[in-house]
């Protein structure tokens, strides 16, 4: 128990010094991707505006004053404010879109999951027989193609020629839940609300089928490459040989024993799809944070960018802490 104890302490003091590079590099960068405030107000603004405007924003400051300032501002939650939308509190704007993508990634994270894990011991199984090969040539196919090009098939497919599901959005217009936790389908279940429950799942099907296959390749491949690995190993082997039937040594045998490297490639997975699937939700019209930092891009807002970068970067950091102390507890071997 100490030494699980050390290694989570030690795991969220190396954390630390991430966090700070990340911060250094993206205050860095946005500064020198050229002057914010005369982009947003054009090339004709007065320069008595532009300057009242970065006084109001510190930007005219020494650098190493604005980076401490910017630390001062995060360590009390502060993102900063918006340049274009009067000055509202950029954390506001994040946490009225992070709902939409967060109920995005958590369904095609499960799609992926499912289709990558069965389709990886499906093909395991069946090693080097044409089924197998088939399905090795899946998990390549689906992580080249491009995400747009999959999201615009789908559309084709089943809302212009067969009409089934909505091309874009969320939800039906006045279909809405309560809001609860942001997250329609939660919300629509927790209030009992069947209509929108109903819409909200029309409108998440072809956006998560989009992004589920295109990540399912991942895990298709790890998961192949691992369960052949466990499969050839002695206690499979002596498994068989106790008579005990090939389901219960596939699933409850081999297959717990190849998971353990497989979770660590879904925690990052899962960290990047809640930063935001750009190209998915771009595609789909999708309200969520992707769809949200595009926008603020072309608008130049300069605050709401390094702010939502920021937010990325911690939440990325943040899930990888927890995918490693979860590992602490399926694998103790790493306890050092």
């Known amino acids: 128990m100490v030494s699980l104890r050390l290694y989570v302490i030690r795991r969220i003091l190396l954390a630390i010094p991430m966090i700070f590079i990340l911060l250094c590099i993206v205050f860095l960068v946005m500064r020198v991707s050229g002057d914010p405030v005369s982009a947003v107000l054009g090339g004709h603004a007065p320069q008595e505006r532009i300057d009242r405007i970065k006084e109001q924003l510190g930007l005219n400051k020494p650098i190493i004053f604005q980076f401490f300032d910017y630390l001062w501002q995060l360590l009390h939650g502060d993102l900063g404010r918006s340049l274009i939308w009067g000055q509202r509190p950029v954390l506001d704007e994040i946490l009225e879109h992070f709902p939409a993508t967060l109920e995005l990634s958590i369904s095609s994270f499960i799609i992926s999951i499912f289709i990558g894990v069965f389709t990886g011991v499906f093909s395991a199984r069946r090693y080097n027989k044409p089924v197998d090969h088939l399905i090795r040539l899946y998990g390549i196919v689906t992580y080249a193609l491009f995400i747009p090009w999959i999201g615009l098939i789908l559309q084709l497919i089943f809302s212009v020629y067969l009409g089934w599901l909505p091309t874009s959005s969320r939800i039906d217009i006045f279909m809405e839940p309560q809001t609860i936790t942001g997250l329609y389908v939660l919300d629509s279940i927790l209030t009992l609300n069947i209509p929108s429950l109903v819409s909200s799942l029309k409108y998440l099907v072809l956006p998560s089928i989009t992004l589920g296959i295109y990540l399912s390749g991942i895990f298709t491949r790890l998961t192949r490459t691992h369960m052949l690995e466990i499969l050839g190993g002695d206690f499979i082997r002596a498994a068989r040989a106790r008579g005990l039937p090939e389901r219960t040594v596939i699933y409850k045998h081999a297959l717990k024993n190849a998971f353990i490297p ?27 944070m992707g769809t949200f930092l595009a926008e603020r891009i072309s608008y130049r807002d300069f605050t709401t960018v390094q702010g939502t970068i920021v937010f990325f970067a911690f939440l990325i950091v943040i899930v990888s802490l927890v995918i490693d102390i979860i590992y602490v507890y399926i694998d103790p071997r790493i306890r050092y």
């Open 262 to 288: 497989i979770l660590t490639m879904m925690g990052l997975q899962f960290a990047l799809l809640l930063a935001g699937a750009i190209l998915t939700e771009t595609t789909f019209s999708w309200p969520g």
